[in-house]
């Protein structure tokens, strides 16, 4: 059963344009959600999370928009950068629970 | 220092081998996480340890053996492997039953022959 689920394996974008990363999650108990970027051979890097009190965190060129209604969550670069290359997952969680739940990822290509 | 160091990098042993792969962060995180990921899969989770107990293991087979020597330093110790336990070995540390972010490791390519 994939509680978390990311529905598109790659999406490429053009530097300088925004990526929109998305996410849907089936457990209603997820009451906080994080964005990690992972680059070939490394370990994930954490990126930005929300907590369910919220619609909306904002980190410099990163936001994330939660839509618990919908049980979505997306992620947005704005402006875009070849460094943004990567595999972004997002992982859910519950307060009490030392587990993150990850998505099976997004392969993010910026084209110069 | 906000690194979590894993050695080695790469390994590679044969089924009848017996190795360890080594987990150190000195965060003061109380909670830390041995992880398994395979090619275009997410991380998944294999133990936890929070306060150095094992509180979470994941139904993984005997043949992983997780140990927390201290609060910094996480092993897995590795007994008669399968070529399909061929992985990226990530480790990872939070604070124990809050929202933080787990930091993780560069992992530990393991190539099981």
């Known amino acids: 059963d994939q509680q978390v689920k990311q529905n598109s394996p790659s999406l490429s974008v053009q530097e300088g344009r925004i990526s929109i990363l998305n996410c849907d999650y089936t457990?209603?108990?997820?009451?906080?959600f994080l964005w990690y970027k992972k680059y070939p051979a490394e370990g994930p890097t954490f990126l930005i999370s929300i907590s369910s009190i919220k619609d909306k965190n904002e980190d410099g060129r990163f936001t994330v928009f939660l839509n618990k209604s919908a049980k979505h969550l997306s992620l947005h670069i704005v402006p875009s950068q070849p460094g943004d290359s990567a595999v972004y997952f997002c992982a859910g969680s519950n307060f009490g629970n030392e587990k993150l739940t990850f998505g099976t990822g997004t392969r993010l290509t910026i084209i110069p | 220092d906000t690194e979590v160091t894993q050695t080695p990098k790469h390994l590679v042993m044969g089924m009848t081998n017996k190795k360890s792969l080594k987990c150190e962060q000195h965060?003061?995180?109380?909670?830390m996480y041995w992880y398994k990921q395979k090619a275009k899969k997410p991380p998944e989770l294999m133990f936890v340890?929070?306060?150095?107990?094992?509180?979470i293991n994941e139904s993984v087979p005997s043949r992983f053996s997780p140990e927390c020597p201290n609060s910094s330093l996480l092993n897995l110790h590795l007994h008669a492997l399968q070529p399909e336990d061929s992985a990226l070995y990530l480790c990872a540390s939070t604070t124990p039953g809050f929202y933080n972010e787990q930091f993780f490791g560069p992992g530990t390519r393991l190539t099981v022959l």
């Open positions: 340890y929070s306060y150095e107990k094992l509180s």
């Open positions: 457990n209603s108990m997820f009451d906080y």
């Open positions: 965060m003061g995180h109380r909670a």
